[in-house]
């Protein structure tokens, strides 16, 4: 079946700090992959997708590569802000159901102080 | 540009009741979806529909109903609230096939008394 795995349930960091948010996951064949950012009182929204292995997706400073070897799909940014604060969530598209139907990583917390 | 407005924002049940819940999009979308989060569990698929009419369940589809009438609106039925159950509920849409991202509206919380 198609699983997820974020073991980072809550990231903490300073303003201008490195972020890395860990994502591996499991399935059969070529998903997409996409990381979605959820703010208090919303909906998530997509932040990067990507369709291909080994290419990377960036979006307002944040990036991943999708790796088919380790199958990982981890989030970076160089350096972040306090409006980066938010859940983050990495997530597979089945391709097989040729619908997209989303499997979601179970989410990291990010806060971000001043 | 267009919106998913999921009615009601609030939603408070007693045990056993059934509610229901609305969603609509003007996105002229094929694919409409809904997904129940739970705290710390991220999202979980509950029914989706490819087109007016149909329905595919989810792996969370017990418990529940779904209805898709018109291309614009997918309905879901909780056949009978759970004493004590928390959760928010999230209608997306999406063209359908591969690489689209689906869009989310902004959820229906649910309490139950």
């Known amino acids: 079946g198609n699983s997820v795995t974020q073991m980072q349930g809550q990231v903490t960091l300073s303003e201008e700090e490195f972020l890395f948010i860990n994502c591996t996951y499991s399935t059969t064949g070529y998903p997409t992959l996409f990381w979605y950012v959820q703010y208090p009182g919303e909906g998530p929204q997509l932040l990067l997708k990507v369709t291909t292995a080994n290419n990377k997706g960036s979006s307002r400073g944040f990036e991943a590569t999708y790796d088919k070897g380790t199958t990982s799909f981890h989030l970076q940014k160089a350096s972040v802000q306090e409006s980066d604060s938010a859940v983050y969530y990495c997530?597979?598209?089945?391709?097989?159901?040729?619908?997209?139907?989303?499997?979601f990583g179970s989410g990291t917390k990010l806060t971000v102080e001043p | 540009g267009g919106i998913i407005t999921q009615t009601p924002k609030f939603l408070i049940g007693q045990e056993g009741q059934k509610l229901t819940l609305k969603c609509q999009q003007n996105f002229n979308h094929d694919t409409m979806y809904w997904y129940r989060q739970d705290s710390g569990k991220g999202l979980r698929l509950i029914y989706y529909s490819i087109t007016e009419n149909d329905l595919q369940k989810g792996d969370l589809s017990e418990g529940y109903d779904a209805s898709r009438e018109k291309k614009s609106s997918f309905s879901l039925t909780v056949t009978s609230a759970q004493k004590n159950e928390m959760a928010v509920f999230l209608c997306a849409s999406s063209r359908g096939g591969n690489n689209q991202a689906p869009l989310f509206g902004e959820g229906t919380r649910l309490s139950v008394l």
């Open positions: 997530v597979l598209g089945d391709r097989g159901s040729n619908y997209n139907v989303l499997y």
